[in-house]
């Protein structure tokens, strides 16, 4: 049976919602926790509620309001208060928690009140108590928890700063870490002697837990002295705020406390899972592949690098495919996830997945039966309101006919012009997750 183009841009579409829908937070938290009568289960580990006289929600993130949303409806009548810190507009239904709506990727004020707050809750709560942190992606910028002698201002411009030097997600949160009186683990600190189960969704390659949200309630690996590291490799010194600088000087000279080790008793009475991440999206998908009738392969969660170079790759495999019929012969369904990044070229509006697609219309131009798929979870690719594109072998003359050149459209870095013209556009909406991005060849 050979399948039509659109049947295969409908498959496509299909597949990408199914990965979508798996790392739905309220519907995450609700398959991870479970609740029969006073028996909560959590990821196969029980607790008895009658053994805790309240139950505390605390955490940080974009998705932290479905998050909450799920675990109110499993936790019901034995949650006794909370305070969970979104982004802006970033809410949900929930009657128990209290949102804290506040400033990312730049902390600001209304973040350091739920900062406040989260850390409220986790010193009220005693051995008697249960806490639930709630983390997802955006939760190291919504949980600023400055350390003594460095004001909000100071740990704005030092957060500009780190976001544009080229320095990774961990070498950025190390220093975060040390600059906090919560994140690396310090949450976890002051939630002892309480029971602490923290459920993650990750918005990170890898999915490090002392990574995600800046790990606030797990052991911290990271020292004073890599701070050093990461402040010269990126030449920061110079441009940091005075007070942070002499933080990180008193730090490595030994005259601050750690971040909390992996070892340390108090890591006992805590449980971490992770309940969404690129790799549970991409296995969601490849099971709505195989329904759909495309056996599928998942390549990996873990890819990096410049948006139209990954592009080429899957274009690559998809005359792969055609010609030889290897890894597999039609249909099949190759799947991979990761986070691209993108040179900007040009002035023009765009994001990662629709120039991923706009590259690969380009190297698969005249190949019959396939199409490419690449979207952001979260439904939001770069700054504009498309999730991302589709692209198949016909796009790129379509193009052509509008008097549009892929090339040049490239050197413009306008992808969103391009896939508006012609109509492929991905479009989700909001999604209220964020596992990074998918990306689909079908080949029928
Ligand atoms: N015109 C453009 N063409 C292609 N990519 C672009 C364009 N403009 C911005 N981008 C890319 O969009 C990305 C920023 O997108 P976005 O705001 O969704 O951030 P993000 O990395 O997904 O962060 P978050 O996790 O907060 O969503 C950057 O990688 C940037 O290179
Ligand atoms: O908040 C953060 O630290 C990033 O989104 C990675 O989780
Ligand atoms: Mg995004």
Do not use: W
């Amino acid at each position: 049976m050979t399948r039509t183009i659109q049947q295969l841009r409908t498959d496509a579409r299909l597949i990408f919602d199914a990965g979508i829908a798996s790392v739905d937070p309220v519907a995450a938290v609700q398959k991870t926790v479970t609740r029969q009568g006073d028996f909560l289960s959590v990821a196969g580990e029980v607790y008895d509620l009658r053994q805790y006289a309240h139950v505390y929600v605390i955490g940080a993130g974009k998705a932290g309001a479905t998050m909450a949303q799920g675990l109110e409806n499993v936790l019901q009548d034995r949650l006794t208060a909370g305070a969970v810190t979104v982004k802006y507009d970033h809410v949900a239904p929930v009657t128990t928690v209290t949102l804290h709506e506040a400033g990312h990727p730049i902390p600001d004020a209304a973040g350091v009140r739920g900062a406040e707050a989260m850390m409220h809750f986790a010193q009220q709560a005693g051995e008697n108590d249960l806490v639930f942190c709630l983390l997802s992606g955006g939760g190291s910028a919504l949980s600023p928890a400055p350390s003594a002698g460095i004001t909000l201002e100071e740990k704005q411009q030092f957060t500009s700063l780190l976001l544009a030097c080229g320095a990774s997600i961990d070498e950025i949160n190390t220093l975060r870490k040390h600059l906090s009186r919560l994140k690396g683990g310090q949450l976890a600190r002051l939630v002892a002697p309480a029971r602490l189960i923290t459920l993650v969704l990750s918005d990170v390659v890898g999915d490090r837990l002392d990574v995600i949200a800046s790990g606030p309630t797990v052991p911290d690996a990271s020292t004073f002295t890599d701070c050093r590291e990461i402040v010269a490799r990126y030449r920061l010194m110079d441009q940091l705020p005075p007070s942070i600088r002499s933080h990180l000087q008193r730090g490595c000279a030994g005259q601050l406390p750690e971040t909390p080790k992996a070892g340390e008793p108090m890591f006992d009475r805590c449980q971490t899972v992770l309940i969404g991440s690129n790799r549970i999206a991409l296995q969601a998908a490849a099971q709505q592949a195989r329904d759909l009738g495309y056996p599928p392969l998942v390549l990996s969660s873990s890819i990096q690098g410049e948006a139209r170079e990954i592009a080429r790759v899957h274009a690559a495999m998809a005359h792969e495919i055609r010609q030889s019929g290897l890894p597999m012969s039609p249909p099949v369904c190759v799947l991979a996830g990761g986070e691209t990044t993108v040179t900007l070229l040009g002035q023009g509006k765009g994001g990662r997945n629709q120039e991923f697609a706009l590259a690969a219309a380009m190297d698969i131009d005249g190949l019959e039966g396939v199409v490419i798929l690449s979207g952001g979870t979260d439904g939001t690719d770069g700054p504009t309101d498309a999730a991302g594109a589709v692209a198949d072998g016909a796009t790129a003359r379509r193009a052509q006919a509008l008097g549009l050149n892929p090339e040049e459209v490239i050197q413009r870095s306008d992808s969103y012009s391009f896939f508006n013209a012609l109509d492929d556009l991905l479009f989700t909406g909001p999604t209220g997750t964020n596992v990074m991005d998918i990306y689909i060849l079908l080949v029928g």
